[in-house]
């Protein structure tokens, strides 16, 4: 495989077995590094810190949750219990966008920072950023990992990156004229605003010469008409560049140059665990649904075992990608907080878009959950859209097939209605799949 279309050919097209065997090794190392060095592991392990599991019982130990992290850090501040490495070696400081509640700090050695940019890297190459791109990188510096780790691994393919950050819209476009920039790091919704300052001056994007878009940080890219619209205004191919968690990997998962799928480019630092919602492990082929958990098995600062990212992700491959690639392919489907529960089953939403995408003559794939009242429930209610050219006479047997599709796919009663086409309201950002109505 040309080493231009990839940035480890050694090990990105390592059979899975091979991958594994170089886990196993890593978490050997790992595992006894952080019984001795964390204390927030010390305490949490207890007794299990006597135990040597391999990857394959790694479901022997508990689960980490980003409360307790927080928790962790209150209790020893910056860096919290759970940090493993000395002051001297920490190079980078960054701290997370506390969206969600109080901002983590996030610590890393100059080991962890080098990995962290190579594994990116290895994600941008997949995107198709090369060494003779000049990319400008316009996300946020302000102290969280999109700006200046997305950088470094921007930097770290050999490109020549422009650091821009965020604001002066009018210079950024005259910069990227004069420069010659041709590829743009920013989030997904940054062209549009661009476009508009554009045409505002009678120019159109197409002139700006950009060969290549590297989106991240928000959702919207699976959408292909989003895509289509950006790529024809623009001329640049679209990629998913960066799915990531501050506190686990920046850059986990990107596409490559051959599917809209997103590689785990981070076989060699993390080990991933795909659960279902009892917390089972499920196995890593395609069609698996499940919450991402995530265990570092090469990191120095703040190592974690087994933690919930909470984002719910669909295998959509394993083995080799036409791009020669071997790592498995997903896509983010969801996230745990939407999960409801029907006779004691925990179901997410994404396993009933699976049942009314399953079969495209019936439904268009537009849905909703209807829950009545506060639960428990005993069946799932599902509207979904008849298809376009679904005749009305055959609406109710398209209902019960797609009852029945569900059904297979969860393990409980579902009840499907069908709505005309194009009733249900469209979202450009995150779709609410559940409607909660008094009984
Ligand atoms: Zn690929």
């Given amino acids: 495989m040309p080493h231009d279309r990839m940035l480890h050919p050694e090990f990105e097209t390592l059979l899975d077995r091979a991958v594994r065997d170089q886990q196993e090794q890593a978490w050997r190392r790992q595992w006894d590094y952080v019984r001795e060095a964390s204390a927030f592991y010390a305490h949490k392990l207890g007794r299990l810190r006597d135990a040597s599991p391999s990857l394959d019982r790694l479901q022997d130990l508990p689960l980490t949750d980003k409360e307790e992290l927080r928790a962790s850090q209150e209790q020893s501040y910056p860096f919290g219990t759970y940090g493993a490495c000395p002051e001297e070696m920490i190079v980078r400081l960054h701290r997370t966008s506390g969206t969600t509640g109080r901002a983590l700090n996030l610590a890393n050695s100059k080991r962890d920072a080098d990995r962290i940019a190579a594994i990116g890297a290895r994600a941008m190459v997949a995107c198709g950023l090369r060494p003779s791109d000049r990319v400008v990188h316009c996300l946020n510096y302000c102290m969280w990992t999109g700006g200046v780790t997305d950088h470094m691994t921007l930097e770290a393919v050999g490109a020549t990156v422009v650091p821009y950050g965020v604001g002066n819209t009018a210079q950024l476009l005259e910069t990227i004229a004069e420069l010659g920039i041709t590829a743009i790091s920013c989030t997904p919704s940054y062209p549009a605003l661009l476009e508009r300052s554009l045409r505002g001056h009678g120019?159109?994007?197409?002139?700006?010469?950009?060969?290549?878009?590297?989106?991240?940080?928000?959702?919207?890219?699976?959408?292909?008409?989003?895509?289509?619209?950006?790529?024809?205004?623009?001329?640049?191919?679209?990629?998913?560049?960066?799915?990531?968690?501050?506190?686990?990997?920046?850059?986990?998962?990107?596409?490559?140059?051959?599917?809209?799928?997103?590689?785990?480019?981070?076989?060699?630092?993390?080990?991933?665990?795909?659960?279902?919602?009892?917390?089972?492990?499920?196995?890593?082929?395609?069609?698996?649904?499940?919450?991402?958990?995530?265990?570092?098995?090469?990191?120095?600062?703040?190592?974690?075992?087994?933690?919930?990212?909470?984002?719910?992700?669909?295998?959509?491959?394993?083995?080799?990608?036409?791009?020669?690639?071997?790592?498995?392919?997903?896509?983010?489907?969801?996230?745990?907080?939407?999960?409801?529960?029907?006779?004691?089953?925990?179901?997410?939403?994404?396993?009933?878009?699976?049942?009314?995408?399953?079969?495209?003559?019936?439904?268009?794939?537009?849905?909703?959950?209807?829950?009545?009242?506060?639960?428990?429930?005993?069946?799932?209610?599902?509207?979904?859209?008849?298809?376009?050219?679904?005749?009305?006479?055959?609406?109710?047997?398209?209902?019960?097939?797609?009852?029945?599709?569900?059904?297979?796919?969860?393990?409980?009663?579902?009840?499907?209605?069908?709505?005309?086409?194009?009733?249900?309201?469209?979202?450009?950002?995150?779709?609410?799949?559940?409607?909660?109505?008094?009984?």
């Fill in 203 to 439: 120019r159109h994007p197409r002139e700006l010469g950009l060969r290549l878009g590297l989106f991240g940080g928000e959702a919207g890219l699976d959408t292909p008409a989003f895509r289509e619209t950006m790529e024809a205004a623009w001329g640049f191919g679209v990629r998913n560049a960066n799915y990531g968690l501050s506190e686990v990997l920046s850059t986990i998962g990107s596409q490559c140059e051959r599917t809209t799928d997103l590689h785990f480019h981070g076989g060699d630092y993390l080990f991933a665990e795909v659960l279902d919602p009892s917390g089972q492990r499920l196995p890593i082929y395609e069609g698996t649904v499940g919450e991402l958990v995530c265990t570092h098995i090469d990191k120095e600062c703040q190592p974690l075992l087994r933690y919930r990212t909470r984002d719910v992700v669909t295998v959509t491959g394993t083995g080799p990608c036409a791009c020669g690639r071997t790592a498995w392919r997903f896509r983010v489907t969801g996230r745990t907080d939407d999960m409801f529960n029907v006779r004691g089953i925990n179901i997410f939403p994404s396993a009933i878009r699976e049942g009314v995408e399953a079969h495209p003559g019936f439904c268009s794939g537009q849905f909703r959950i209807v829950l009545r009242g506060p639960g428990p429930y005993d069946r799932v209610e599902v509207r979904a859209e008849a298809a376009e050219t679904l005749a009305p006479d055959r609406w109710s047997e398209a209902a019960d097939a797609v009852a029945e599709l569900i059904r297979k796919r969860i393990g409980a009663t579902a009840v499907v209605s069908l709505v005309p086409f194009d009733s249900l309201p469209r979202t450009a950002g995150k779709t609410a799949w559940i409607e909660r109505v008094a009984q």
